[in-house]
């Protein structure tokens, strides 16, 4: 089992870099792949980056390609989100994820454990 604490989510303007964080407890947290999701109001929750359990390949979202990136150091039992130019649209609830599967896919259903999540809103 793991238990994943986000950190890093607040209020910035359109074109500013922003860094979530996500700590994991657990030994294990080396053999989960990991994935970032968010849920702005009204909507459902989308995936947005995912890694595997060694960092070997990442997935993102159309929506985020080429602005966002997700690392991860399993020594340190941490994910990390770092977000450029970050729009508008990029307003939501962001949360962390773990998959037992080791790998990173996009279904909501995929992962076993989550954060409470962290708030990032931009403004125009």
């Known amino acids: 089992q793991v238990q994943l604490v986000e950190s890093g989510g607040k209020l910035v303007q359109a074109g500013d870099s922003l860094r979530l964080s996500c700590a994991a407890s657990?030994?294990?947290?080396?053999?989960?792949?990991m994935g970032w999701f968010r849920q702005a109001p009204g909507k459902e929750r989308e995936f947005v980056v995912g890694?595997?359990?060694?960092?070997?390949?990442?997935y993102y979202s159309d929506s985020v390609k080429g602005r966002f990136t997700i690392s991860r150091d399993n020594a340190k039992n941490t994910v990390t989100l770092q977000m450029n130019s970050l729009k508008p649209e990029d307003t939501a609830v962001y949360y962390c994820?773990?998959?037992?599967?080791?790998?990173?896919?996009?279904?909501?259903?995929?992962?076993?454990?989550w954060g409470q999540g962290t708030q990032v809103t931009v403004s125009s």
């Open positions: 994820a773990a998959s037992r599967t080791g790998y990173s896919p996009s279904e909501i259903n995929a992962y076993s454990y």
């Open positions: 890694i595997t359990w060694n960092g070997g390949r990442t």
């Open positions: 657990g030994r294990t947290f080396g053999r989960y792949g």
